[in-house]
């Protein structure tokens, strides 16, 4: 049987930068999808989405603007399934067998709640968020997933959702397959125009919506070392370096590695190709966004949501009929 991968996309309302890019392995999504080497499964996040947003329209327009960006990328609906988590309720269902079977202790080693305690918010944050890796667990066992494209971030999560399948297996018998989580290490951490990893949260992001001249000004702030044009430079501690090989392939990966390396190149120059290879890489991008119609996403849903629920419902029927039989 083919092999399944999952990832679920969490509508947040900026657009996913190159960080989200590259380290969800969107090229490498695409490339499964059309190769059929993955049966390749995307879904909307939504129900995480509420955690952190408490108002429908913005998750409406959030949801259908990240979905328009995914197909423009390159995601094609009709070989890749595509659905709206909140639609299926077998969701909400799982969560709740697997939050029973969670000891409170692994739930606070969670990181997203171990950073508002040592921020000192632990009390104003939802319970959704203490809560959520639980359903993220729920979103990949339900379909039997193998792998999970995930940035290093989320490992911690898909490791848990492994435990708690296995905990679920040997308490109730074998249902649930044990989910990898898939890192890519050359681009677990994409650094932003700053020395921080590329966070929406830290604003320091190259988008991939943002125009020719916002692309220009964010390029131009990459932090260099104050090496001149004639000075050899080593990749390997460029951040620029770091950003421009996510746009290369094996030969021009060389070139540049040896401009960097033999001197007589300065980071001007290197600036101003990486700021044209990143515009020639967002222009088709961006154009196939502009032709998506919110309709267009809609009747995407609409259609391939049901396929999933079939398959999650079965899911939790197997479940239910374990814990606590249907009579
Ligand atoms: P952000 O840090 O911008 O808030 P999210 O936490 O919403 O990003 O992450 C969405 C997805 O993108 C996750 O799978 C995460 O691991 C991945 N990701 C985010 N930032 C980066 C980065 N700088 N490098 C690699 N992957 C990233
Ligand atoms: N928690 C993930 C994020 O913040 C989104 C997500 C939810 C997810 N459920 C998932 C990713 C299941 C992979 C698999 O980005």
């Not at 399944?4 to 309302?13: E, V």
């Not at 990328?73 to 659905?83: A, F, R, V």
């Not at 066992?141 to 193998?146: G, I, S």
């Not at 399948?165 to 677990?188: D, H, R, S, Y």
Request: with cysteine; charged share 25%; glycine share 6%.
């Amino acid at each position: 049987m083919t092999k399944r991968l999952l990832t679920g996309l969490k509508p947040t309302g900026e657009h996913m930068h190159i960080g989200n890019y590259f380290g969800m392995q969107i090229p490498q999504m695409i490339q499964y999808q059309n190769s059929g080497e993955y049966d390749v499964f995307l879904f909307l996040a939504n129900m995480h989405s509420l955690t952190a947003l408490h108002d429908a329209d913005k998750v409406r327009q959030y949801s259908i603007n990240a979905l328009k960006l995914y197909i423009a990328c390159g995601l094609d609906p009709e070989k890749t399934l595509i659905y709206n988590q909140a639609m299926i309720p077998a969701h909400a269902q799982l969560t709740w067998v697997l939050q029973c079977l969670t000891n409170m202790g692994t739930a606070e080693r969670m990181h997203a709640y171990k950073d508002s305690i040592n921020k000192g918010k632990a009390g104003e944050i939802s319970v959704g968020v203490f809560t959520y890796p639980i359903l993220m667990a729920a979103d990949i066992l339900l379909y039997d997933a193998d792998v999970v494209p995930v940035g290093k971030d989320q490992k911690q999560h898909v490791e848990y959702a492994r435990d708690i399948a296995e905990k679920f297996n040997k308490t109730f018998g074998e249902t649930f397959k044990l989910p990898e989580p898939k890192i890519e290490e050359t681009v677990a951490v994409v650094p932003g125009i700053d020395w921080r990893k590329m966070s929406k949260s830290y604003n320091n992001y190259i988008g991939l919506m943002d125009d020719e001249k916002t692309v220009l000004k964010k390029v131009k702030v990459i932090p260099t070392d104050e090496k001149g044009i004639d000075d050899p430079k080593n990749p390997d501690e460029s951040q620029l370096y770091q950003i421009m090989k996510l746009f290369l392939n094996e030969e021009e990966d060389k070139k540049i590695r040896a401009d960097f390396e033999n001197g007589g190149r300065g980071y001007g120059s290197l600036k101003e190709e990486l700021h044209e290879r990143i515009v020639a890489f967002l222009k088709p991008i961006q154009e196939r966004y502009n032709e998506l119609t919110d309709e267009d996403i809609s009747s995407i849903l609409k259609k391939s949501t049901p396929k999933a629920a079939v398959i999650a419902q079965k899911k939790v029927d197997e479940v239910f009929q374990k814990v606590w039989f249907y009579l």
